[in-house]
């Protein structure tokens, strides 16, 4: 068998045996650019409790493009807020009212890094061991907020990515009605 392959060259190829192991670098490349691959092998779960309907929303000009508002209708404010993986808390900052007024960095290790902002209370501080369980804060209206909701983010390497969850994803960009189903606290 012959594969090809995109590499430095155009035509680039390699014979393949029978039985030969190869290792292949791989993207998977989604078409669809308002969904995002994700399901059960994403690490991370909804940052609300079991049973608790939430509409995600993005839009276009968001700042980060690929942060999510996450709303409980009719009321949000003061709603618990839950650590979405487990990890270690590395940031607990009030920037009074501006920007992510206060907020909550969480590192689950190999890059991967939440951002939970806007929130009324921060239950945790620096150095605290968290899980999927740990109820972390309530949201608020703190920073640069019009109104109560949870501002969140899903970082790789200090970028914001499109965030994935176990239990469903948003879509980009629009709303999305999300509900946490599994591993409940």
């Known amino acids: 068998m012959t594969v090809f392959y995109n590499s430095n060259y155009a035509g680039a190829s390699q014979t393949i045996k029978p039985g030969q192991k ?3 670098n791989a993207t998977l490349k989604n078409n669809n650019a308002s969904h995002r691959i994700g ?14 309907k939430w509409d995600a929303g993005t839009r276009t000009g968001h700042n ?10 009719p009321q949000d404010d003061g709603w618990k ?26 590192d689950h290790g190999n890059g991967r890094q939440t951002l939970y902002a806007h929130l009324k209370t921060q239950n945790v501080k620096v150095g605290d061991k ?51 189903k599994t591993h409940c606290p």
């Open 81 to 106: 807020v839950y650590a979405s993986a487990p990890g270690t808390v590395s940031k607990v900052a009030n920037l009074g009212n501006t920007s992510y007024g206060r907020y909550i960095v969480i």
């Open 22 to 24: 190869v290792n292949l």
């Open 39 to 52: 399901g059960s092998s994403s690490p991370y779960w909804l940052p609300f409790p079991c049973g608790e």
């Open 130 to 180: 968290v899980t999927e369980k740990t109820f972390i804060g309530r949201v608020g209206s703190t920073g640069g907020s019009t109104g109560p909701h949870l501002h969140y983010e899903q970082k790789v390497n200090g970028t914001v990515v499109r965030a994935t969850f176990k239990d469903g994803n948003p879509v980009y960009w629009g709303h999305t009605t999300l509900q946490r």
């Open 64 to 73: 980060p493009q690929n942060a999510i508002d996450f709303n409980h209708y």
